[in-house]
């Protein structure tokens, strides 16, 4: 049984009281919006990743939701008494797990709503379908920002959703300042996945010092003192000895793996490029990951030095942070195929409208999101016959971005026909007074104008809605 200190937890909605294994909450039935209790009966189904809904009862004006709790699981608010590479483990697999991503129901991320066991298991308990009440004043990526804080420094969740900076006042730790200059979710998922590798190598160099001091040759786990038992007592067979040796090569093998990590963050903090990237490969990053890392930080040039092959990923993000005159100081390694320096010259092509060159290479590229980008720079400079030639095609390849680009077409035509109607109401008001038709061309004038307003508010709209479906 959990200390007295953690027996009531209190979260947003209401307050949890623990006894033994049961982990109960009651909350006014007036906060509920159901006809029926059995409304909520969906919650009590087995969910992944979160502790079971035992019972549902409503007595006297409160509904009752009783839980049963896992004998080893133990509350997030007795996280801050664990080692720091137990706490970022912790941080990591709740980014990882990345609970709020579906939307089915609504979740709190307040520690006393999530329980938790060592190295990296992590249950959530109360969880809201659109009949329960729910606190929803922070964004996901404040709250995940909270928790990693919390995880990290122990201040409290609800100090630090107010005000992150908080973290930094008694802790210096640049590890602090990487979680809160995350500008958004995959950032933060990326920062604290290096964290977590920095961290545990820290863990180990401790072990590693330990070990020259005692004279060992190598990092003793608990798999390896089982084995290095049955050498003492003669029980080992040369199998046996090869899979001790076996486990040595892996331990170090992964040791100098963390080491790696540490050096990664190291050179990324202090701008080195080089240097990081020749840590990423020893660290043994894959190619999409070196590449994932340069592009949250938007170190584009790095990103395709990475790895040549993913230009349109980079070009992707290029436009995606509306960086795109990037593109024409890109470069590609020494050695690049062919085909990718063709595919950089239409990107390049696009960004400074070589009208010329888009409209030779158009019959022959099948890239969508190339196909996007020059449709939308045929657009953006008035030529409409190409952009709507492109729009045919990538229609073929791509619907939703057909559709997509079809609805900037759209809208270039109404906002078109608002400065044109714009035009004919501002020459029908400098009609001289004494013409009788002034007043009935005015009023046309007017209204031809408001009817345009109202398509190009309509263009809009779809375009809004079909951008983000092509991520744009």
């Known amino acids: 049984m959990v200390k007295k200190k953690y027996d009531l937890l209190n979260i947003e909605i209401g307050t949890f009281k623990r006894s033994n294994d049961k982990l109960s909450i009651k909350i006014d039935k007036s906060q509920f919006r159901y006809d029926s209790l059995s409304e909520l009966n969906e919650l009590k189904k087995h969910q992944e990743n979160f502790i079971d809904l035992d019972s549902i009862v409503e007595q006297e004006n409160q509904v009752i939701l009783t839980y049963k709790l896992s004998k080893n699981a133990k509350s997030l608010k007795e996280l801050i008494k664990e080692k720091k590479a137990i706490r970022t483990s912790i941080a990591k697999r709740i980014m990882n797990q990345d609970i709020l991503k579906d939307d089915t129901y609504r979740i709190s991320l307040n520690p006393a709503n999530i329980w938790y066991y060592p190295m990296n298991h992590v249950w959530y308990v109360y969880k809201a379908n659109e009949a329960m009440p729910f606190d929803d004043n922070f964004s996901p990526l404040m709250k995940y920002k909270a928790l990693v804080l919390y995880c990290l420094t122990g201040i409290a969740y609800e100090r630090l959703l107010n005000e992150p900076k908080e973290a930094l006042i008694n802790n210096q730790d640049p590890i602090v300042l990487q979680v809160l200059n995350s500008e958004n979710i995959e950032d933060l998922k990326l920062a604290?996945?290096?964290?977590?590798?920095?961290?545990?190598?820290?863990?180990?160099?401790?072990?590693?010092?330990?070990?020259?001091?005692?004279?060992?040759?190598?990092?003793?786990?608990?798999?390896?003192?089982?084995?290095?038992?049955?050498?003492?007592?003669?029980?080992?067979?040369?199998?046996?000895?090869?899979?001790?040796?076996?486990?040595?090569?892996?331990?170090?093998?992964?040791?100098?793996?963390?080491?790696?990590?540490?050096?990664?963050?190291?050179?990324?903090?202090?701008?080195?490029?080089?240097?990081?990237?020749?840590?990423?490969?020893?660290?043994?990053?894959?190619?999409e990951k070196q590449t994932q890392t340069f592009l949250s930080l938007k170190e584009y040039q790095e990103a395709i030095n990475a790895d040549p092959k993913e230009l349109n990923t980079v070009v992707n993000e290029i436009y995606k942070n509306n960086d795109e005159k990037v593109v024409l100081d890109l470069e590609l390694p020494t050695g690049t195929e062919e085909?990718?320096?063709?595919?950089?010259?239409?990107?390049?092509?696009?960004?400074?409208?070589?009208?010329?060159?888009?409209?030779?290479?158009?019959?022959?590229?099948?890239?969508?999101?190339?196909?996007?980008?020059?449709?939308?720079?045929?657009?953006?400079?008035?030529?409409?016959?190409?952009?709507?030639?492109?729009?045919?095609?990538?229609?073929?390849?791509?619907?939703?971005?057909?559709?997509?680009?079809?609805?900037?077409?759209?809208?270039?035509?109404?906002?078109?026909?608002?400065?044109?109607?714009?035009?004919?109401l501002d020459e029908a008001n400098k009609i001289d007074n004494k013409d009788k038709s002034k007043g009935d061309k005015v009023k046309v004038a007017k209204s031809n104008l408001d009817s345009a307003k109202k398509d190009e508010t309509l263009a809009k709209d779809k375009v809004d809605s079909l951008k983000n479906k092509v991520g744009a």
């Open 192 to 287: 604290i996945n290096s964290i977590d590798d920095s961290i545990s190598y820290q863990e180990w160099q401790k072990i590693d010092t330990k070990e020259k001091k005692t004279k060992r040759k190598f990092i003793i786990t608990a798999s390896s003192i089982a084995i290095v038992g049955l050498l003492l007592v003669g029980m080992v067979h040369k199998n046996d000895q090869k899979k001790l040796i076996a486990l040595e090569d892996k331990q170090k093998i992964e040791l100098k793996k963390l080491k790696y990590s540490s050096m990664v963050q190291s050179s990324l903090d202090n701008k080195n490029w080089k240097e990081a990237s020749e840590a990423m490969k020893k660290a043994g990053y894959s190619k």
């Open 339 to 424: 085909k990718i320096d063709d595919e950089l010259k239409i990107e390049k092509a696009i960004v400074s409208y070589d009208s010329e060159t888009l409209a030779s290479q158009l019959s022959f590229e099948e890239n969508k999101d190339v196909l996007l980008r020059m449709g939308q720079a045929f657009l953006e400079n008035n030529d409409m016959q190409d952009a709507q030639s492109v729009q045919t095609k990538l229609f073929g390849l791509d619907e939703t971005k057909g559709d997509y680009l079809k609805s900037m077409i759209d809208l270039k035509t109404a906002t078109d026909k608002v400065k044109d109607s714009q035009k004919k």
